[in-house]
Nanobody
Framework: VQLVESGGGSVQAGGSLRLSCESS?????MGWFRQAPGKEREGVVT????????YYTDDVKGRFTISKDIAKNTLYLHMNSLKPEDTAMYYC?????????????????WGQGTQVTVS
């Protein structure tokens, strides 16, 4: 499975971005993770197609929304009200069930990442 992220960039605090992740193959467990310099990779949000269950980390609830276009094998992350602490490299990840909620080690396939910088 190949994952290709896009949509990152530099925005001012309060701004919005939409990240995209195109997958070469369908997988039912997908998610977004992020890693800031000097910090461990953390789960942002994950989704399971079986029942469209989503798990968000508390820091982004109410601001970020995950969505998926199954026909296009593309995952999205809509980010609103961005804060400087959201600055990180954002990674798309996928796996086969059972789906890990927000634990990076539970995902087998990873993209190269897209940088998000909020100032």
């Amino acid at each position: 499975v190949q994952l290709v992220e896009s949509g990152g960039g530099s925005v001012q605090a309060g701004g919005s971005l939409r990240l995209s992740c195109e997958s070469s193959r369908y997988t039912s467990c997908m998610g977004w993770f992020r890693q800031a310099p000097g910090k461990e990779r953390e789960g942002v949000v994950t989704i399971y197609d079986g029942d469209f269950t989503t798990y968000y980390t508390d820091d982004v609830k109410g601001r970020f929304t995950i969505s998926k276009d199954i026909a296009k094998n593309t995952l999205y992350l809509h980010m609103n009200s961005l804060k400087p602490e959201d600055t990180a490299m954002y990674y798309c990840a996928s796996s086969l069930p059972p789906c890990s909620k927000l634990v990076a080690s539970g995902y087998k396939y990873w993209g190269q990442g897209t940088q998000v910088t909020v100032s």
